[in-house]
T-cell receptor, first 109, second 114 residues
Framework: TQLLEQSPQFLSIQEGENLTVYCNSSSVFSSLQWYRQEPGEGPVLLVTVVTGGEVKKLKRLTFQFGDARKDSSLHITAAQPGDTGLYLCAGAIGYKLSFGAGTTVTVRA | DSGVTQTPKHLITATGQRVTLRCSPRSGDLSVYWYQQSLDQGLQFLIQYYNGEERAKGNILERFSAQQFPDLHSELNLSSLELGDSALYFC?????????????FGPGTRLTVL
């Protein structure tokens, strides 16, 4: 059983469309991270959110941390083929990071 | 390039064998983490070392062990290998014990057990 549940598991959209990925848990985290992983490579850290209700924007990506620090979302505006990849959320409790199972995003040209 | 290096990139071995995976953290990082990623289990935390000492353990099997050396590189030893141990093994590093959220991952070692 995953501590963090990500949805949807798969997402396939056309270039230019928007998408949202969700990360939910019943646990409270001191911080939450989002990573992007491409096939055969290690996860790359995109952002860290630490304050309940925090919103961070990174170009076309918007990350939100829930008020209770139990959930997060990643929104991509006007998706591009280069956004294709596996998106992983990870929550920090103590000295451990727990990862969600990931959302595989495919952006078709 | 995250600055974390892992060798080898690929490893193919037989059941019952023992292998060693190596990781060099980013320059200046004292904390090293090991993860296993498989299709059915996702990315699972195995173990963490900080400045040579074990600090946290996750779902690491007794057949697996790790250590961090004085030069801060780390090795993950997998023994009595089983088919189910086939997976991607990642190492990550962070500057300090408190900064677990600033983990930078290496490119991984793909282990195939035949």
């Amino acid at each position: 059983t995953q501590l963090l549940e990500q949805s949807p598991q798969f997402l396939s959209i056309q270039e230019g469309e928007n998408l949202t990925v969700y990360c939910n848990s019943s646990s409270v985290f001191s911080s939450l991270q989002w990573y992007r992983q491409e096939p055969g490579e290690g996860p790359v850290l995109l952002v860290t959110v630490v304050t309940g209700g925090e919103v961070k924007k990174l170009k076309r990506l918007t990350f939100q941390f829930g008020d209770a620090r139990k959930d997060s979302s990643l929104h991509i505006t006007a998706a591009q083929p280069g956004d294709t990849g596996l998106y992983l959320c990870a929550g920090a409790i103590g000295y451990k990071l727990s990862f969600g199972a990931g959302t595989t995003v495919t952006v078709r040209a | 390039d995250s600055g974390v290096t892992q060798t080898p990139k690929h490893l193919i071995t037989a059941t019952g064998q023992r292998v060693t995976l190596r990781c060099s953290p980013r320059s200046g990082d004292l904390s090293v983490y090991w993860y296993q990623q498989s299709l059915d289990q996702g990315l699972q935390f195995l173990i963490q070392y900080y400045n040579g000492e074990e600090r946290a353990k996750g779902n690491i099997l007794e057949r697996f062990s790790a250590q961090q050396f004085p030069d801060l590189h780390s090795e993950l030893n997998l023994s009595s290998l089983e088919l189910g141990d086939s997976a991607l093994y990642f190492c990550a590093s962070s500057p300090s014990l408190a900064q677990i959220r600033l983990q930078y991952f290496g490119p991984g070692t793909r282990l195939t057990v035949l």
